[in-house]
Nanobody, 119 residues
Framework: QVQLTESGGGLAQPGGSLRLSCAASRSSVELQVMGWYRQAPGKERELVATILEDGNAEYGDAVKGRFTISREKGKNQVFLQMNRLKPADTAVYFC?????????????WGQGTQVTVSS
């Protein structure tokens, strides 16, 4: 089992920035994919960004050009730098870590951290 601990959520003004962090409890488990999803009230969970071990990243259309995902090599940690925040970015942000062993895929989720963008 892998537990994920998120931090960095909170309140920001439109146009402001926040940085989210997520750390896995076990560094010995290979997490081929790490990333972030978010869920706003009344909406489905949506992709924010994911990143592979080699640094290749994928972003949701709503955040491209404003958010940057990164991870530390050799450490099961992932970060999300959020710039030019909009009220529409208000949501609970969930950290995802994916372990793939041959054809077995294990997804681990954090408990979520609230991000609120409001003036």
């Amino acid at each position: 089992q892998v537990q994920l601990t998120e931090s960095g959520g909170g309140l920001a003004q439109p146009g402001g920035s926040l940085r989210l962090s997520c750390a896995a409890s076990r560094s010995s488990v290979e997490l081929q994919v790490m990333g972030w999803y978010r869920q706003a009230p009344g909406k489905e969970r949506e992709l924010v960004a994911t990143i592979l071990e080699d640094g290749n990243a994928e972003y949701g259309d709503a955040v491209k050009g404003r958010f940057t995902i990164s991870r530390e090599k050799g450490k099961n940690q992932v970060f999300l730098q959020m710039n030019r925040l909009k009220p529409a970015d208000t949501a609970v942000y969930f950290c995802l870590a994916r372990n793939i062993v041959v054809i077995e895929v294990n997804d681990y989720w954090g408990q979520g951290t609230q991000v609120t963008v409001s003036s």
